[in-house]
């Protein structure tokens, strides 16, 4: 009896060890098949073999599967379950000593928030200690820097517009300026601005930023339409049916635009019928 109280504690220590291994390559099984499904695009079936792995996984795995399992839910479409698993991932790996595992965490997190257009959650994801200069990361702070500017680009255009529609013309001009700072070669605002122009009676102004708008996006009817309000509006008809007979084409296909626009038959008069195709 004293042999086999002996030999059972003996055995003890080299059970556990034993569970854990072979749970842990089974979890490892799954991860696998879970790559080569995703690789198949079946992701329901990846889904369901990580959350199998999950189930098995013990402290020292679980992150790593939350992380496959976050990053294969993001692929599938499901950003907000990505999200979610991936945040679980992070408060796993808190404790481990796997720094290459954290900062894939952080590097597939901050991804997730990037694409729902969590700006600064996403920066301070590829910002903080875990992801902090991967390449991967950045990258990506490099996208989230022209993406805030981008916005705000958009921000400063709408409130032109705003201000534009209120018959605001010098506050339009101000907050299409405060645009153009941050993208010069943005033809939304310089179509916009040189309207504003057209609107107070800057000629001048006007004519330079619709031509660098038609340079930029030369399919835009609207920035043809004010370049030839500009030019009737100073009386200069050669200019004018120079315009026309470049954008021949666009005026033709957008006819119902250029007939219907009130404001381009009031400036032109009769000088309009024979500009247009």
């Known amino acids: 009896m004293r042999f086999l109280r002996y030999a059972i504690i003996a055995l003890g220590p080299c059970y556990a060890p034993l569970s854990a291994a072979l749970a842990q390559q089974a979890v490892q099984q799954r991860l696998d098949e879970a790559r080569t499904l995703v690789g198949k695009h079946d992701y329901d079936a990846a889904i369901e073999q990580l959350r199998q792995a999950r189930d098995a996984a013990g402290d020292a795995d679980r992150a790593r599967v939350d992380n496959a399992l976050g990053w294969t839910l993001f692929t599938a479409g499901d950003a907000k379950g990505a999200q979610q698993q991936l945040e679980q991932a992070q408060r796993q790996a808190e404790r481990s000593a796997d720094a290459d595992l954290k900062t894939r965490i952080a590097n597939n997190l901050g991804v997730v928030l990037f694409s729902q257009g969590e700006l600064e959650k996403a920066r301070a994801q590829f910002e903080g200690p875990?992801?902090?200069?991967?390449?991967?990361?950045?990258?990506?702070?490099?996208?989230?820097?022209?993406?805030?500017?981008?916005?705000?680009?958009?921000?400063?255009?709408?409130?032109?517009?705003?201000?534009?529609?209120?018959?605001?013309?010098?506050?339009?001009?101000?907050?299409?300026?405060?645009a153009l700072e941050l993208a010069p070669r943005n033809p939304r605002a310089l179509e916009y601005r040189g309207y504003a122009n057209y609107r107070l009676g800057r000629l001048d102004a006007a004519l330079p930023d619709l031509e660098r708008s038609r340079e930029l996006d030369p399919a835009?009817?609207?920035?043809?339409?004010?370049?030839?309000?500009?030019?009737?509006?100073?009386?200069?008809?050669?200019?004018?049916?120079?315009?026309?007979?470049?954008?021949?084409?666009?005026?033709?296909?957008?006819?119902?635009?250029?007939?219907?626009?009130?404001?381009?038959?009031?400036?032109?008069?009769?000088?309009?019928?024979?500009?247009?195709?």
Request: charge should be neutral.
């Open 130 to 178: 875990a992801a902090r200069g991967s390449d991967l990361a950045i990258r990506y702070l490099g996208l989230i820097d022209e993406q805030v500017q981008a916005n705000r680009v958009n921000e400063l255009i709408s409130e032109g517009i705003y201000a534009r529609r209120a018959l605001m013309f010098e506050a339009a001009t101000e907050a299409y300026t405060k």
């Open 220 to 277: 835009n009817i609207n920035t043809v339409i004010n370049l030839l309000k500009v030019h009737c509006k100073a009386r200069n008809g050669a200019a004018a049916e120079r315009v026309a007979a470049d954008a021949r084409n666009l005026l033709l296909e957008n006819m119902a635009v250029v007939q219907s626009d009130r404001e381009l038959r009031e400036v032109c008069g009769r000088d309009l019928a024979r500009l247009l195709p």
